[in-house]
Structures are given as structure tokens and as C-alpha cells.
């Protein structure tokens, strides 16, 4: 079974419709592709109480990775580490490895002239405060360092919210974890457009070729306009401990389903595989 990874998101501009959540998506994309298995994500507020509560929440579920986005950095409502640690019913310490990161970060800005000196005031103080035991991993691009830390089972990451930050931290520290946690697994995934026949009626089909491959999902995708226009697409995903075995799973499944469409008088067309 691939491993299990839940992504908390904090920010209330995510709930209030103010922010589209893109790190969710870019987040949940590239995880998958390493073979993993997203199975939640979860969007909660800038408060403390309620981020504790969320982490306990996914914590009892047991997910091999929680990945947290957004709340680290100086202003009052970055609140995503004093949740976390109250989740995990620890202490806040000040980690003077991410207070040299911070430091430096801040001593570049002075090279680039965009400060005239380095201080460390609370809030900039306030980013290399961490859950006790936890580590600090680099942000190069950005103030706030990411987080590391264990818990039982489950390694959590916390992430920046900004996606430049959180993006570049993701591929230089986190994918070096997930793809040792994931070993050799490989994500697969082949779509096609149907034409001709209505979803509820290629319904049963779908559960059928499932019961048929229950390594294989085909989730079906209408177009816009409805039912009632022609062209629905299937999505084929699996993942499997090797690439040869996933295409294998995904090719007998897409040649079953095409088939059931002809029957019903429809077509179909590959319009992605990779």
C-alpha cells in the first residue's frame, strides 16, 4: 500500500474565498507523482485552538506524512507552529539553527541593500521559534525556514504559504523524504474522451471495469455544458512498485472499458497518458 500523506492548509483567506488554495493542488500533483497517496486536505483558520485541533484530528487517522502550508512567519496571525506544538501537547523553544537562518536571511537583505542593518527583532525571532524537537529546513528564497519534526509514526512538514517558498522548499528537502518513503512505487495515469454516451450510462460500466481491476480508478469528468453533450473524459490512475506493472494495470483496464463504449454505440479517443 502506498504510503499515506495528509496536507493541512492555514490561512483565513482560504476560508473566506479570498485566496484560491493553488498549494493544495500543486502540492496534492507532485506528491502523487512520487508514488504517494493523498488522502485528505484540510483548509482551517488562522487560530491556534483550531489548528491543535485539526492536527489531532489527522493524527488519529495515523497518515505516514502531514504536510501543513501557510503561518510561518512574523505577523500575529501566523499561527501554524504554537498550533501544531499545542497539538502535539509540546513546548515552543527558541531553535538557534533556524535563528541562524533567519540571521542570515536578513544579512543578504542588508548585501542586496534592501535593509540598512540586521535586527532581530520579536517577530523576526518569532520564525526560529519550533516545536520542541523539531528541525529547521532551509528557505532560500524566503524569510520564514520550513519545519521538521516527528510524531509517533507520522512526519510532519510545515511549508510557507507563499508557493514560491513553499514550492522550492518542497522540491530541494521534502521530495528526497517522500521518495525514500515511497521507494520504487510509481504513479500512472491515461485519459480518454467518450463520445457518444451519456455518463449515466457509462456508470455501470465504470464499476464494472473497477470490480474487474481494483488497482485501477477511473473517475469520469462531464464537459461543462452537461449530460447531455457528448464528450465526457475517463481518467485511469494507479499506482503500482514499478512502472511496467502500472501500465500493464491501466492498459487492460482501458481496453475493457473502451470496449463496454463501442458496445453501447459510443467512441473513444487517448487524449493523455503519461
Known amino acids: 500500500m502506498a504510503a499515506s500523506v495528509e496536507i493541512i492548509c492555514v490561512g483565513n483567506e482560504l476560508l473566506i474565498g479570498k485566496t484560491l488554495n493553488t498549494n ?16 485528505r486536505i484540510t483548509s ?24 501543513t502550508t501557510g503561518g510561518l512567519g512574523p505577523t500575529f496571525d501566523d499561527k501554524t507552529l504554537e498550533g501544531v506544538a499545542k497539538g502535539l501537547k509540546c513546548k515552543i523553544k527558541l531553535s538557534e539553527e533556524a535563528l541562524k537562518m533567519v540571521e542570515k536571511t536578513y544579512s543578504r537583505y542588508v548585501e542586496e541593500k534592501l535593509l540598512d542593518k540586521v535586527e532581530l527583532t520579536p517577530p523576526r525571532v ?22 521538521l519534526m516527528e510524531y509517533e509514526d ?10 514560491s517558498e513553499m514550492e522550492t522548499i518542497f522540491e530541494k528537502s521534502v521530495i528526497p523524504i517522500l521518495k525514500k518513503a515511497a521507494g520504487e512505487s510509481t504513479f500512472f495515469e491515461t485519459s480518454i474522451n467518450v463520445y457518444g454516451v451519456m455518463e449515466s450510462e457509462i456508470a455501470p460500466m465504470i464499476d464494472q471495469v473497477m ?20 464528450r465526457l473524459e475517463l481518467h485511469l490512475t494507479t499506482t503500482a512498485k514499478d512502472l511496467k506493472l502500472a501500465r500493464n494495470r491501466v492498459g487492460k483496464a482501458l481496453i475493457e472499458i473502451t ?14 497518458e503519461g
Open 126 to 147: 518569532k520564525m526560529a521559534k519550533l516545536p520542541e524537537g523539531a528541525k529547521p529546513l532551509s528557505n532560500p528564497i524566503g524569510t520564514a525556514p520550513a519545519v
Open 259 to 272: 470496449e463496454l463504449v463501442q458496445q453501447k454505440g459510443g467512441k473513444t479517443k487517448l487524449v493523455k
Open 24 to 39: 493544495a493542488q500543486w502540492l496534492a500533483r507532485r506528491i502523487t507523482t512520487f508514488g504517494l497517496n493523498v488522502r
Open 44 to 67: 482551517t483558520a488562522d487560530d491556534v485552538d483550531e489548528i491543535s485541533k485539526v492536527m489531532q484530528e489527522t493524527l488519529q487517522r495515523k497518515p505516514q506524512f502531514v504536510i
Open 154 to 163: 507520522t512526519t510532519i512538514i510545515a511549508l510557507p504559504g507563499v508557493p
Open 211 to 230: 470490480h474487474d481491476n481494483p488497482y485501477v480508478y477511473i473517475k469520469s469528468h462531464p464537459s461543462r455544458e452537461g449530460e447531455k453533450k457528448s
